[in-house]
């Protein structure tokens, strides 16, 4: 017979695989790039390819996109792409094992928040809710099973704060490092999923010179600034290599609301709260953030420290990172996964409080009651993801054609390795698909400057081969596939 402890981690894991087939993860999980955001996808998958065919080494990563010398860029630390690549040669190339790779990493994280859960609520259900809570955000399960590093970030970050939370419990060395180890490897993942991190630096030295506790030893804070002298030395190795590399396509540092103006601002303010506010969280769930905040607050003093500490230092890390990169959010929703940490957290001291002042007769209202609200909740979010899926003014993806071109092209002999303009604004996009280094029309790179600098074919549509652009090359098509021409220089 299985324990009680084992039947509810059984009964959280049927929870997260209803949920995933309820939201239809299983579309999700074998798509190529595609819907929201399939630029970033299309960077992130280049990576993942272009270590597998051109055997490139863990810290020399390549894009298709020649903008740079050779394609050599960098931005996150690229383990989730090294190792996809390896897949690729284990089990045939197939570039949507990054979804599955994330995927895991984000369920794992779900478990993670559970079990930090149990650590301050000892109320099996109420325990649950924190971790179902992070399958009621479209933008949080969306990015999860993607391409993207933002998702994973948080995720080694919540795992990390599960060990941090548990060291302070128990006292094991272990979980010290090894929640040292994750809360590093977000922040390499994304440098702005830091805020777990660099709570954690505060926390150790409060602990160690403010409280005098001796399991917090300056060997431990040691280990805390080495984590902290190897994110710099990836910084600072991620600007050597683009530098190197000539390549500034990737956002290095802040970007933040002093550098918009007026309109922008109120753009950005807009569109928050019209789109990416519903996609964070049903409307149901924004409803209950100040009834909530009001309750942590009244009864902050019964509050676990740690738990106190560090609501307090993510609020002042979000409001720092919702300022200092307050210019992203114009089109990039991702950006405000990095500070979901902070609403989890947040939850799990909700909850650990209503258990220590509900009474139990009240409880089982609350559990009829938060049942049919995740309920509901969860009928947005699936609403959200097939507004992401079916809807053409977010299901962004280039024409169908190049997701089966490559065969065609190499039937032309546009090998590999030849150089492509593709007439598109993206980085990767369309490159990717058709697995060719080259050019797009980004950085205003024109047909006859992508040949100057070593292009050999033209791919565009082949209505553009009408226009006065790129009439002269009407003769010089060797090859048609569906509504793309090939053109030769």
């Not at 630029?39 to 894009?63: E, G, H, I, K, M």
């Not at 390896?86 to 197939?94: E, L, Q, R, S, T």
Request: hydrophobic share 50%.
């Amino acid at each position: 017979m299985f324990s009680g402890k084992f039947i509810y981690i059984a009964i959280i894991i049927s929870l997260f695989l209803s949920l995933s087939v309820y939201y239809e993860m299983d579309y999700w999980l074998i798509q190529r790039p595609c819907s929201v955001h399939v630029w970033r996808q299309t960077d992130c998958a280049s990576y993942a390819l272009n270590y597998y065919q051109n055997n490139r080494s863990f810290f020399n990563p390549q894009v298709h996109h020649r903008h740079a010398i050779e394609g050599s860029t960098v931005s996150e630390f690229p383990i989730i792409y090294y190792i996809a690549s390896k897949m690729y040669g284990w089990f045939g190339f197939h570039d949507y094992y990054i979804r599955w790779l994330n995927y895991v990493i984000f369920f794992s994280a779900f478990l993670a928040v559970y079990f930090t859960s149990r650590i301050f609520i000892r109320d099996s259900f109420l325990a649950m809710i924190p971790s179902l809570l992070m399958m009621m955000s479209c933008v949080l399960v969306y990015y999860g099973s993607n391409y993207l590093p933002d998702a994973p970030a948080l995720s080694f970050a919540l795992i990390g704060f599960y060990f941090i939370s548990k060291y302070h419990i128990e006292s094991q060395n272990s979980d010290f490092y090894v929640g040292t180890f994750f809360v590093v490897l977000a922040s390499l993942l994304k440098i702005s999923s830091a805020l777990i991190f660099i709570s954690f630096i505060a926390f150790s030295i409060y602990q160690r010179i403010v409280l005098k506790n001796d399991s917090f030893n300056y060997k431990k804070i040691l280990t805390l600034f080495l984590g902290l002298f190897i994110l710099a030395g990836w910084v600072f190795y991620v600007k050597y290599y683009n530098q190197k590399g000539q390549y500034f396509g990737n956002l290095q540092g802040t970007l933040g609301i002093w550098l918009c103006t007026a309109e922008q601002i109120d753009y950005i303010i807009d569109r928050t709260k019209a789109e990416w506010m519903p996609a964070l969280a049903s409307k149901k769930l924004w409803y209950l953030i100040i009834p909530v905040f009001l309750y942590i607050i009244w009864y902050w003093r019964k509050l676990h420290v740690l738990l106190r500490f560090f609501i307090l230092l993510l609020i002042a890390g979000s409001i720092f990172y919702l300022i200092a990169w307050f210019a992203v959010f114009d089109v990039h929703d991702y950006y405000f996964i990095n500070i979901l940490c902070l609403p989890v957290i947040i939850s799990i001291a909700f909850f650990s409080l209503l258990e220590m002042n509900l009474d139990k007769k009240y409880l089982k209202v609350f559990y009829v009651s938060a049942a049919i609200l995740l309920v509901m909740t969860a009928e947005d979010t699936k609403a959200q993801l097939e507004y992401r899926r079916y809807n053409e003014a977010w299901n962004s993806q280039p024409a169908k054609a190049f997701y089966k071109i490559e065969p065609y092209l190499r039937s032309v002999v546009v090998t590999e390795m030849a150089y492509l303009q593709l007439m598109t604004t993206s980085t990767n996009i369309t490159l990717y698909f058709a697995n060719n280094p080259g050019f797009t029309r980004l950085f205003d790179v024109s047909a006859e400057n992508a040949y100057a600098r070593g292009a050999k074919y033209m791919l565009l549509l082949k209505d553009q081969l009408e226009s006065e652009e790129f009439s002269a090359f009407k003769n010089q098509v060797i090859g048609e596939f569906e509504d793309i021409a090939i053109v030769k220089f």
